[in-house]
């Protein structure tokens, strides 16, 4: 897209013939939505977790006794039953050689010897009703030793910081460092100018619309386990719930119906899945969970948490020379899944953002508190590693008096393939072209006028601008499968899922314009675990990239087979036949319709299966723009207009990839402005435990989000698809502190920038 397209673009994207609107979206307009709470089940029993109170505690004597005489009750299940059952504890799937130096401390489905963290699990209450369980959990007197506790990650990382572990000495998991640090130094040696930053990237949880539930069921006949989730992963659920229960993989089955929303916390493993279905299968009953939303708030994995110090090394012209980060970053109690890669692997891929710096070190260090661990959360990683760098660009424009987009486009990685100085291979980009048509489309040669005009009124006004590098892969790798159904309709399977993205009309796009066929032909069947072998869920904005990949090559492992058969029909060489338009034809003329081979030959000969071993990262890209006015008298903070112009490579539908966009930036303005997980640092209780303490945005807080597309594809997978599900999250809040800095005429504020925050900025005694 070139400037003088700008103004059109939200027009063209309606306009465009790819733009299609999501076709799942009739069936929950129409109240047809069927999540876990709607799943008949008159003869599960009802799950009630007794959770610590305390944050730091020595786990004493549990007594059940009066809990298990309450009329309905039929079980009390504690650590030490599932202990002696010989359960092991959840897994983490880094690793030591991913992650060096990183140690997992044992994390069970119901807290053993010790509790550390407020509303750890420490029992399970079944019963014949919600209300008995509930009544029988108040009743399940537990003695516990308090001990002291620490919530804050420098802190816990501080000589004698109360220890979690006796085998973490100091409460650090491990030392990542990536990078030259002497070639680092050496530049700073030599720096013109130099400026740096301490950076907090403050906790927040993913709230999603459907809290965190389970169904567990054992089938006593063929003896399979089946958990009825609402999450993100089947495949990776099966994993490691195989791996806690010491069985085979394909004795159990993981099933999703529709999920209302997850963001990389339904990705991963939680202790009550685990004690679940142990205790399905202990009962021979079906059980159900459905989280309250004080429990997701307490125990479902928070995200981002950490803080960093950084510094920008900069040469005489304003050239980057170097880039040195320091991180200390949260994981709370335990060592989640996936936590460690938010503070390690995700970052790295992404730091330095769309710059070409030739030095970069990075060190990080990983810290345990007595808070909820930290997992994946919308980007993991690479939105805190573009915060770092854009804030720094920011700080130095402002030292060094230089116009803030010039000093980006001096320094943009222009030549590709490009290799980051933390061996990151970029294939392809155009930096420049995102920032010149976001200056032209957000008419910034005319931000003074606006910011006088805010002055008339007794506001202050800025701007902010930045940029963004997303690392999109996810989990590598993935499958894809094409299956004849029997009502006629061709089904189409992958091993990710669709959790809001739109994936039942992306897909059946990808499938028509490869078939021919009308895109009411294909359905999408998925987040069942027996579907097919292997799968790497949602997340890591992957769904296209990798599994659409995976998609394209089962469609051409089905148009293979059916040309074998078209060739049968028409007896001819297969290799002679063309095909177009949903009809094979032969030299002579001779043709046959692809739904009359469907027809001929059926599931038997037509069910195709592929395997995407492709595991490069892509990189999606983008400049954002944005406005936002400050009321000095109170410290409220106005966003008037937020501008993204990115590049996501070919999309497949504009529409589509613009609502999901749009969805997060939302969240990325969330947390810059309102949303923030906060502890008492004396007892370690959760002080943002409800909406009532948890801000999150709404419509009245948001301008129209303006997104515009300057699509640039790449050639590391057929579909030229980059991957768009975590780009605004990414992009959003260093734009948006930007703008609330340069409002205040201050070089950094830290999130979330809440109306008392940027009053003590305003009155010049932020504390």
Known sequence: MTPADAAAAPDLIFRDPRSRRRQEDQRFLRGEGRYLEDLPAPDALQAVFVRSPHAHAVLGAIDAAEARALPGVVAVITGADLLTAGLRPLPCAMSAEVVNGLVAPPRHALAVDRVRHVGEPVALVLADTLSAARDAAELVAIDYEMLASVTDNAAALLPGAPELYPEIPGNCAFHFRRGEPEKVAAAFATAAHQVSLTLVNNRVTAAPLENRGVLARHDTATGRLHLVVSGQDVHGLRRDLAHCLSLPPERIQVTCPDVGGGFGMKNVLHPEYVALLWAARQLGRPLRWLAQRMEDFS???????????????????????????????????????????????????????????????????????????????????????????????????????????????????????????????MDTARFHDNLATALKAADHAGFPARQAASAAKGRLRGLGLACFLETSRGAPTEEGAIRILPEGKIGLLTGTQSNGQGLATSFAQIAASRLGLPEDCFTLMQADSDLLPRGGGHGGARSLPL????????????????????????????????????????????????????????????????????????????????????????????????????????????????????????????????????????????????????????????????????????????LGAKGAGQAGCIGAPQTVVGAVADALGLAHLDMPLTPERVWRACQGRLT
Request: aromatic share 6%.
């Open 547 to 718: 599994a659409g990949t995976a998609l394209v090559l089962a469609l051409d492992v089905f148009l293979g087979k059916a040309r074998a058969l078209a060739a049968t029909l028409l007896q001819a060489d297969p290799a002679a036949l063309t095909f177009a338009e949903a009809r094979f034809t032969s030299p002579d003329g001779a043709a046959v319709e692809l739904r009359r081979i469907i027809e001929h030959g059926g599931a038997a000969a037509l069910d195709s299966d592929a395997h995407n071993p492709n595991d490069q990262i892509v990189f999606p890209n983008g400049c954002h723009l944005a406005e936002a006015e400050v009321d000095p008298e109170t410290g409220e903070v106005f966003l008037q207009s937020y501008l993204a112009v990115d590049d996501y490579g070919t999309m497949v539908n504009p529409l589509l990839t613009a609502g999901q966009v749009q969805g997060g930036l939302a969240q990325g303005i969330g947390q810059a402005l309102l949303e923030a997980i906060r502890y008492d640092a004396e007892s370690g209780q959760l002080l943002s435990a409800s909406l009532n303490d948890y801000c999150l945005p709404r419509a009245a807080d948001l301008p129209w989000l303006e997104v515009l597309f300057n699509e640039h594809p790449t050639a590391r997978n057929p």
């Open 299 to 425: 125990t479902a994995a928070h995200g981002r948490d950490n803080v960093s110090t950084a510094r920008l090394a900069l040469d005489a012209e304003g050239k980057f020379l170097a880039l040195e980060v320091e991180i200390i970053g949260g994981l709370g109690a335990y060592v989640s899944a996936l936590g460690p890669g938010a503070h390690t692997t995700a970052p790295m891929a992404a730091m330095g953002g769309v710059y070409a710096i030739p030095a970069v070190a990075m060190s990080s260090r990983g810290a345990l508190t007595n808070t909820t661990p930290v997992d994946a959360y919308r980007g993991a990683g690479k939105p805190e590693a573009n915060y770092i760098i854009e804030r720094l660009i920011d700080v130095a424009a402002l030292q060094l008096g230089l116009d803030r987009a010039e000093l980006r486009a001096r320094n943009f990685i222009a030549r590709f393939p490009h290799v980051s100085a933390l061996g990151i291979p």
